[in-house]
């Protein structure tokens, strides 16, 4: 059984900050891009940030650029999100993904195909 659990959500003041962590089980992860979207009640899921199987490379929204880093521990089957500088705007659940290629770094949702839950982000102005 595949899973992907987030954790590391909450709130946190504009100007904070917060990691979110991504535990990987039941497939070789370690061979696959991953990455973080969020989603804002009822709109479209917006890509966040994307991450190589090796990790070498790395890929984000325009809105993130600066204040994020993502990163995966291969050994740990886990991925992160470090957020920082929050923003209100940022406020959204936040889930992560696992790509269906194993070349390929994408950044739409329909190239995912593995989800987490999602956790909780919201950032107090």
């Known amino acids: 059984q595949v899973q992907l659990i987030e954790s590391g959500g909450g709130l946190v003041q504009a100007g904070g900050s917060l990691r979110l962590s991504c535990a990987a089980s039941?497939?070789?992860?370690?061979?696959?891009?991953m990455g973080w979207f969020r989603q804002v009640g009822g709109k479209e899921r917006e890509f966040v940030a994307g991450?190589?199987?090796?990790?070498?490379?790395?890929n984000y929204a325009d809105s993130v650029k600066g204040r994020f880093t993502i990163s995966r521990d291969n050994a740990k089957n886990t991925v992160y999100l470090q957020m920082n500088s929050l923003k209100p705007e940022d406020t959204a659940v936040y889930s992560c993904?696992?790509?269906?290629?194993?070349?390929?770094?994408?950044?739409?949702?329909?190239?995912?195909?593995?989800w987490g839950q999602g956790t909780q982000v919201t950032v107090s102005s």
């Open positions: 993904a696992s790509s269906k290629n194993s070349y390929r770094l994408g950044l739409t949702g329909a190239e995912y195909d593995y």
């Open positions: 991450i190589s199987w090796s990790g070498g490379s790395t």
């Open positions: 039941g497939r070789t992860f370690t061979f696959y891009p």
